[in-house]
């Protein structure tokens, strides 16, 4: 099926600081998915025929902070954010290898209190290995971009005062040590965000934020994304760019 590239206009690309709001794909773990229950995976070939259909459609994968500086300048026509969550091991030998390939970039949500360790916040499924120290680090020299996903995966909405200063304040300083540059990406654990979450976010000076669904909430620091996974193949895909843009509210300055 061929569609037009202004048919799929994934970004406002208008100049204005006021457009819908940019298209965040939403990854997770890709690799093997033959125990998946919170179908959180996509296979290394599946994303490379997702980043292919993005190229056949004159779509191009960054990072949301590159997204992000290309609309404030009028430039985001044909951008897609690309998003990982977790900081799953498995991004550094799947994924990042076809985002290479397709000469993409994207963002990586980490969670500096679980370096190496495991996804022990799912209670159901296998546990999946989390990049170490080295594996970020070998991720940002590669050019993606390295976010926080908090400290420890905790929902913002129901964690106390304390805890959420750490998760917010904390994750950033701890990875802006780590790899030695700013910082300016968080990402709610669970998509989960209300009006709280997003002052401490905002706070802790982080520049933008990724949620899912955030409705109202909707701004720089509640950005709405688009879970890919591994279903989306060619048509799914057109469907949700075109859904995108008619459900999400415009974003102001972003
Ligand atoms: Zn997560």
Redesign the pocket.
Known sequence: MAVPASSVDASSGTGTRTGPAPWVAMY?SVGDRSDDPYRITVTPDRLDAQLAWLRRHGLRGVSVATLLTARARGEGRGLVGLTF??GYADFVEHALPRLRHWGCGATL?VLPGRLGGDNAWDPLGPRKPLLTAEGILHAATEGIEIGS?GLT?VDLTRADDLTLKAETVESRVALQELTGAPVGGF?Y??GTVDPRAVQAVRDAGYTYACAIDPGPLTGPHALPRVHVGQRDGAVRLLLKTRLHRLRRRPVEGV
Do not use: S
């Open positions: 997770h969550d977790d949500f996903h995966h990402c654990p669970y």
